[in-house]
């Protein structure tokens, strides 16, 4: 069983959160890449892993999935419901990113949805080569104000 990292968005009794699908590893990249090992399917030698992990896809692969990016952080059922300010798990302030560069996408692997599969939802730094699916050719990037309105829309 595969674990996700969800984080509540919003005060009590509205809705929103975000679903984290990937991230940029910078710091703990040893540890992660123990942790992502202990977890490959037996099938995989370890050999193939460890010849995988030695090319900069290495890095790359280690946390661009909502799998792998809960195998590779240690995050599971224990931390359901902790705030995001304690000490094990815990988010900061990144570097500014502007608005062009911001994407927003289709949400991927959610065919089951309906219509709401192909609502503008998902959103990646363009150009990152750590997100869990590449931009396709008709995939842009939005306007600050059609961000800001995505919510209630669902559309750019």
């Known amino acids: 069983m595969y674990h996700c990292f969800n984080v509540v968005a919003h005060p009590k009794g509205e809705v929103g959160g975000v679903f984290i699908r990937a991230l940029e590893p910078i710091e703990g990249i040893k540890i992660m890449r123990r942790r992502r090992a202990q977890n490959v399917n037996p099938v995989r030698s370890w050999r193939v892993f460890r010849k995988r992990r030695r090319t900069s896809n290495g890095v790359k692969n280690l946390t661009n999935g909502p799998s792998k990016l809960c195998i590779a952080m240690d995050i599971n059922k ?30 991927i692997n959610i065919d089951y949805a309906g219509k709401a599969k192909n609502w503008l939802l998902r959103f990646i730094i363009k150009d990152n080569k750590f997100v869990s699916r590449s931009l396709s050719k008709n995939e842009t990037s939005c306007k600050s104000s059609q961000i800001k309105n995505q919510m209630t829309t669902n559309y750019c």
């Open 78 to 107: 224990r931390l359901n419901g902790k705030n995001l300010h304690g000490n094990n798990l815990y988010l900061t302030e990144g570097e500014k990113i502007s608005y062009p560069q911001i994407v927003n996408t289709v949400r």
